[in-house]
Nanobody
Framework: QVQLVESGGGLVQAGGSLRLSCLVS????????MGWFRQAPGKEREFVAA????????STVDSVKGRFTISRDNAKNTMYLQMNSLKPEDTAVYYC?????????????????WGKGTLVTVSS
């Protein structure tokens, strides 16, 4: 059984940094594209960033460009989201996801696996 487990969330002041991790267990996801989504209180879940299985293709939503960086280490079956210059509006539960289609991730369809999420709270 495949499991995606996020970690690294917490409380941080505005302007601070956090690094989220998504550990995959149950099988290797070396051929899967992976991504991060977030859901703020009272809002719908939104796409944040995606990375191809090789790590050579990446995309991020405009609101986090220049502040968030997605990466992965297939040898460790782990994906990361480095978040810098955090803002209160980044407060949300962050979810990792895996799909056989990189193009599907930004539109949130055909997601094969989801994690349960980790809470990030940015105080002003």
């Amino acid at each position: 059984q495949v499991q995606l487990v996020e970690s690294g969330g917490g409380l941080v002041q505005a302007g601070g940094s956090l690094r989220l991790s998504c550990l995959v267990s149950g099988r290797t996801l070396g051929t899967y594209a992976m991504g991060w989504f977030r859901q703020a209180p009272g809002k719908e879940r939104e796409f944040v960033a995606a990375i191809s299985w090789s790590g050579t293709s990446r995309s991020t939503v405009d609101s986090v460009k220049g502040r968030f960086t997605i990466s992965r280490d297939n040898a460790k079956n782990t994906m990361y989201l480095q978040m810098n210059s955090l803002k209160p509006e980044d407060t949300a539960v962050y979810y990792c996801a895996a799909s056989t289609s990189l193009a599907s991730l930004p539109i949130g369809v055909n997601i094969d696996y989801w994690g349960k999420g980790t809470l990030v709270t940015v105080s002003s």
